[in-house]
């Protein structure tokens, strides 16, 4: 597999990490998503932190991947546009924007 190929493939992994990572934060009883008056639910956030993680680590991975490389640029922006629907997908159609925006800096900044 060339490596163009290769950094392509590995974004849509990041792709379907991003999407996995937004439904785990908006489900019911989420600790990330924020409640009524902004404040953060109980509980754990760790699926949410490993598929974060894991999807910033598979991004690091393509752009080592896309160094030097002669990649498609509208393959490229076309995978970039998929992650980055699926990592507003909540936020947009959330009816507390703001606090779904600002619920995963209160969990870390405590």
Not at 11 to 18: D, L
């Amino acid at each position: 597999m060339s490596r163009p190929t290769a950094a392509l493939a590995v974004g849509a992994g990041v792709a379907v990490t991003v999407l996995a990572a937004s439904l785990a934060a908006s489900r019911t009883g989420s600790p990330v998503a924020a409640t009524g008056g902004g404040q953060p639910a109980s509980g754990s956030a760790w699926l949410f932190l490993v598929l974060l993680g894991t999807a910033f680590g598979g991004y690091a991975a393509a752009l080592w991947l896309l160094r030097r490389s002669a990649a498609r640029a509208a393959a490229v922006a076309a995978v970039a546009l998929v992650v980055l629907v699926f990592a507003v997908d909540a936020v947009a159609i959330s009816s507390d924007p703001w606090g779904d925006l600002l619920g995963p800096l209160t969990l870390v900044m405590r």
